[in-house]
């Protein structure tokens, strides 16, 4: 009976171990990069322009997916991101590199056709506006929610390296967690019998 106890032990020991280092090969190829960005048009009427920041995810296939964006439209506060589909087909993608499977994918255009959305706060009501991919020779255009037809003026769509961490998926946290639960399950458990040990009567 005591051997099968210390086989139980060692085995739930391994486990507890070996999901802790699964955590740590999770995060290192769960990256998240910040960029600060800006849009520009000096053609049309309008000339809409905006500057921040945004956080966004790797992707398999190449891609970004942008998890927030913050900073100003037209000198008005942005207030969040739009969720994907949510507005004008929008994936929430950027492509700061060609090496992408992406049916949506632009030739060395950091947005595709569906772009990003985001909500700006002109106070009374609230503006969505839709960044987009367009085609090398016009690079990048903008459509707004007063705008059903989407023609105002195309411009540039610049992004410039922030700062770069690793960060562990949800499903992590929880294997994280667990595992530590095991091991101080198995620290208490191995102290219970230290102490039964030294209590034991001597022949």
Known sequence: MKHTTSR?????????FTAVGALGITAAHASAMSWNWSYSSNSGSGNPSGSGS?????????SYLITSLTGTWDQ?????????????????????????????????LLLDFP????????????????????????????????????????????????????????GSFALFAGALG??????ALQRRRNRLGADAPRA
């Open 115 to 170: 772009g990003v959305s985001f909500k700006v706060n002109l106070g009374r009501w609230t503006e969505y506006v839709n960044l987009y991919g367009n085609s090398p020779s016009q690079p990048y255009g903008v459509c707004v929610s007063n705008d059903t037809q989407c023609n105002h003026p195309y411009g540039m769509f610049t992004i410039s390296a922030s700062s770069t961490s690793s960060v562990p998926e949800p």
């Open 182 to 187: 095991l091991l101080a399950g198995l620290t």
């Open 76 to 108: 008005n506060a942005i207030t969040g991101l739009i969720r994907v589909h949510g507005y004008q087909g929008n994936d929430n993608l950027l492509f700061p590199t060609s090496a992408t499977t992406n049916r949506n994918y632009i030739s060395n």
């Open 8 to 16: 139980s032990t060692r085995l739930l020991a391994a486990i507890a």
């Open 54 to 62: 945004l956080t966004a995810q790797q992707q398999s296939d190449g």
